[in-house]
């Protein structure tokens, strides 16, 4: 995994592989061992979230020679359990798998209507959280890399024509010549090798799935990825220890991903100038006189318990913290009256990129495998259909049996859109998402995988999703986009209306769709707007 990376990149991942993990840990290349330091109270720049908007703008601040603070609620993740391992896989999750919870929340809730998927945990702050509002709950990466440590690592990028149409502002000519190359390089995308793929058992789940949409006259095509696909054909010729290949993905992969702390963050430490402290949640926002930014944050330990109440003030502030956690920083700047300024826009134009589940069975001559490698690398893509556009990951089912289930998860040209609400009695952000929105999605989904279904003379599975009559998963997404809408709530660089050297870098930029898995187009935004900003506003 140290192929082709800097030696700032290798210094860096040694800061993150010697420091302490549990507890309050202070990660930076001069003191990478230090725990229970003494509070850094002031630094020029401070960047909340270390997902990937904030793992570039850490990066790139960095490199300009700004002294930069990280601020992570989650943990580093770097320490072996009592198995040997960093993390626990889906089919023997533990403590490690979910964020303070009692039992884990997959998002396959039951198999033939058992519940055997799921299981009791004690709570600690584990590497994936589901975060429920009414009628949505939206999963999320809670650790030093943010959501890399628990997605799929597809990183495609939309149809330039649809991001256009989404960024109506920006020069999509320049994203796809410049930022999109220049993300592709920093995150280590790579493509599976086609003829490795057409001949091994791991991917017979991807290609059963092929040919049941071939037969249906719909395209699919090959997905990249972040994972390494050199070391996958390691594990599966015995030589490499399995990560892709013994079911580890959604609670972390332990090896083989090219996650933000082995990419960006590690790049960052390695300037010298970045530090990151974990276990600390940026609570409220407001301006100091001086113009500074003042940040509270709670400091929380292993159990969850706040430990400490810390103050921070820098010169510049990134917001990195995802759709949710900026939107519910800045909505509560505004409503509370620490950032009176903020645009009215705050908070509107969420969506959830369209996504849906939904599960086929299979002829038992069609078989997926008892073996099935986690990470996707195969969509249907039905996107050009302009009465009905419809993008789907064909994903996994690691159940280590066969099972004759084909897995999707669609993203779908939902037009609907959400706003969040700030509830100051119970110090709370609110979603205004309705189960007819939801619906939407579901109703393109259906329009596709009926034409699949009626080609192959094939059914849905109404047993993965908790219900005897549920064939579509349509009350969660993975993909939360919006809330700090690009060009509403910020300018055309992710500036903040209403303030000076207050950025937002994350998802919540993207007005709630852009039609493929949003992490590439979310890393790439962020590198345009962190070539401006240092162009701009640091400028000495």
Known sequence: MTRNLTRR?????????????????????????????????????????????????????????IPTLVLEMGRLWNTAGTDGKVFCSMTAPDQRSMWFRTRTEAPLASFLWLDVINKDITPYPGVLDRVAFANMSVYVGRGVGGGSLVNGGMAPAPVQSYFAEQFPTVDATEMYGTYFPRARTMLGVNSVDPTWFEST????????????????????????????????????????????????????????????????????????????????????????????YVLTVDRIDVTGAVVETKQYSCTYLFLGAGSLGTTE????????????????????????????????????????GANEATIPVMGIDDWANTANPVFAEIAPLPAGLETWISLYLAITKNPQRASFSYNASSDSLSLGWSAAQS?????????LFDRINSANSTIYRYDLFGSTSKAFADDFCYHPLGGCVLGKSTDNYGRVKGYSKLYVTDGSLVPGSIGVNPFLTITALAERTMTRVLAEDTAS
């Open 9 to 65: 990149q290798i210094l860096g991942m040694a800061a993150l592989q010697t420091a302490a993990a549990l507890g309050f840990t202070r990660v930076s290349l001069q003191s990478a061992q230090a725990v229970e330091p003494d509070a850094v109270q002031t630094s020029p720049a401070i960047v909340i979230g270390s997902g990937y908007g904030a793992a570039v703008a850490a990066l790139r601040l960095g490199q300009a020679g």
């Open 329 to 368: 920083l800045l909505l509560r700047a505004r409503e509370k009256g620490t950032l009176p300024a903020l645009d009215a826009s705050i908070g509107t134009g969420w969506g959830t990129n369209g996504n849906t589940m939904v599960g086929r069975a299979n002829h038992v001559w069609d078989t997926t």
């Open 201 to 292: 058992e791991w991917y017979q789940f991807a290609r059963t799935s092929r040919k049941a949409a071939t037969a249906a006259g719909v395209n699919t095509v090959f997905l990249p990825n972040v994972y390494d696909f050199g070391y996958m054909q390691q594990e599966a010729a015995g030589t490499a220890p399995k990560s892709a290949l013994a079911a580890e993905v959604i609670y972390g992969n332990n090896y083989g991903k090219r996650s933000l702390d082995k990419t960006y963050l590690a790049a960052a430490l390695g300037t010298g100038r970045v530090t990151i402290n974990t276990l600390e949640k940026a609570k409220s926002i407001s301006r100091a006189a001086d113009g500074s």
């Open 439 to 447: 619906a939407v999605s579901v109703a393109m989904a259906k329009n």
